[in-house]
Nanobody, 115 residues
Framework: QVQLVESGGGLVQAGGSLRLSCAAS????????MGWYRQAPGKQRELVAS???????NYADSVKGRFTISRDNAKNTVYLQMNSLKPEDTAVYYC?????????WGQGTQVTVSS
């Protein structure tokens, strides 16, 4: 079992920044890739960014150049630095960690960007 706990969401004006954190605990040895997804009201959950244990990253086109994912393996924590936020970034952001037979999710953290 793996537990994921997100923090760092909140309300910010357009153009502002937020930093999300996801702390993992449990059987983390089975986890290679960790990522952030988001789900806006009435929309499907979508991948925002992901990072492997050795630091390889992947971003959705909509956030490239604005968001940065990073990982501290010693702390078992993944971060998402979000800059130049737009109202369309408003969503619940979920931490994700796929394992061999199961995908783990955090409880989600709300990010609201006002115009």
């Amino acid at each position: 079992q793996v537990q994921l706990v997100e923090s760092g969401g909140g309300l910010v004006q357009a153009g502002g920044s937020l930093r999300l954190s996801c702390a993992a605990s449990g059987s983390i040895f089975s986890i290679n890739v960790m990522g952030w997804y988001r789900q806006a009201p009435g929309k499907q959950r979508e991948l925002v960014a992901s990072i492997t244990r050795d630091g390889s990253t992947n971003y959705a086109d909509s956030v490239k150049g604005r968001f940065t994912i990073s990982r501290d393996n010693a702390k078992n924590t993944v971060y998402l630095q979000m800059n130049s936020l737009k109202p369309e970034d408003t969503a619940v952001y979920y931490c994700n960690a796929p394992s061999v037979n199961v995908v783990y999710w955090g409880q989600g953290t709300q990010v609201t960007v006002s115009s």
